[in-house]
C-alpha cells in the first residue's frame, strides 16, 4: 500500500463547476498535509495547508480533512482553464510523502 | 529574485558517466531536500539536509550523493549513470525542517541518460 493514494485522473470539469480532488493516506501519525499545484514542466508550488480536523478555506479553494479517515480533500470552487494542472497531495509525519497526482482538466 | 536556483535545467548524458546538479537557496531556510520525479509523475524524496547535516536518507542507490557545502546550497552528484536514473530532480528547501514547514521547489532538472 503506498502511503499516499490519489485518483490519478483525468479529472475535468466545465468551466465554472466546482473540482474535487481526494487523497487517502496510510499512517495515522501524520501530522500535516499539503496540496502542491504543478504545470506541466513546472515545479509544485503550493496551494493550501492544513494540520486540524475540519475545513479550511482560501479563496476559491477549500482543504477538509479528516484524521478518523484518514483523508484529505481540495475543493476548487468556479473553476477556471488555468486550474488545468495536476495536484499532488502531500503529508508528512516522520517522512514527507507526496501522492502521484490527480490531472485536473478545467474546459472552457 | 529567484528563491530556489538549480543548474543545469537539462542534462543530457551517456550510461557510466557522473554528473552533477547544483542547487542554492536564498530563502534563508535551515533545510534542504532533494526529490526525484519519475515520467509518471510520483515526486519521492531522496535526501535532506538541515544545516549542512544529513537527515533523511532514503533507500537510494549509493551512486547518488548530496554535499552541502553550506546551508545555502545542496548538490547532487550522481556516478556511474543508468537508464532508470533519467527523471526530473527537484531541490526544495524550508525553513527549519518541521512537519509542517511548507517545502519551496527549484525549477527542476530533466535528466535523460541515453
Known amino acids: 500500500q503506498k502511503e499516499v493514494e490519489q485518483n490519478s485522473g483525468p479529472l475535468s470539469v466545465p468551466e465554472g463547476a466546482i473540482a474535487s480532488l481526494n487523497c487517502t493516506y496510510s499512517?495515522?501519525?501524520?501530522?500535516?498535509f499539503f496540496w502542491y499545484r504543478q504545470y506541466s514542466g513546472k515545479s509544485p508550488e503550493l496551494i493550501m495547508s492544513?494540520?486540524?480536523?475540519g475545513d479550511k478555506e482560501d479563496g476559491r479553494f477549500t482543504a477538509q480533512l479528516n484524521k478518523a479517515s484518514q483523508y484529505v480533500s481540495l475543493l476548487i470552487r468556479d473553476s477556471q482553464p488555468s486550474d488545468s494542472a495536476t495536484y499532488l497531495c502531500?503529508?508528512?509525519?516522520?517522512?514527507?510523502?507526496f501522492g502521484t497526482g490527480t490531472s485536473l482538466t478545467v474546459i472552457p | 529574485d529567484t528563491a530556489v536556483s538549480q543548474t543545469p535545467k537539462y542534462l543530457v548524458t551517456q550510461m557510466g558517466n557522473d554528473k552533477s546538479i547544483k542547487c542554492e537557496q536564498n530563502?534563508?531556510?535551515?533545510?534542504m531536500y532533494w526529490y526525484k520525479q519519475d515520467s509518471k509523475k510520483f515526486l519521492k524524496i531522496m535526501f535532506s539536509?538541515?544545516?549542512?547535516?544529513?537527515?533523511i536518507n532514503e533507500t537510494v542507490p549509493n551512486r547518488f550523493s548530496p554535499k552541502s557545502p553550506d546551508k545555502a546550497h545542496l548538490n547532487l552528484h550522481i556516478n556511474s549513470l543508468e537508464l532508470g536514473d533519467s527523471a526530473v530532480y527537484f531541490c526544495?528547501?524550508?525553513?527549519?525542517?518541521?512537519?509542517?514547514?511548507?517545502?519551496?521547489f527549484g525549477p527542476g532538472t530533466r535528466l535523460t541518460v541515453l
Open positions: 526544495a528547501s524550508s525553513p527549519t525542517g518541521v512537519t509542517t514547514d511548507t517545502q519551496y
Open positions: 530563502l534563508g531556510h535551515d533545510t
Open positions: 492544513i494540520y486540524s480536523n
Open positions: 499512517d495515522r501519525g501524520s501530522q500535516s
Open positions: 539536509y538541515n544545516n549542512k547535516e544529513l537527515i
Open positions: 502531500a503529508v508528512t509525519g516522520n517522512q514527507f510523502y
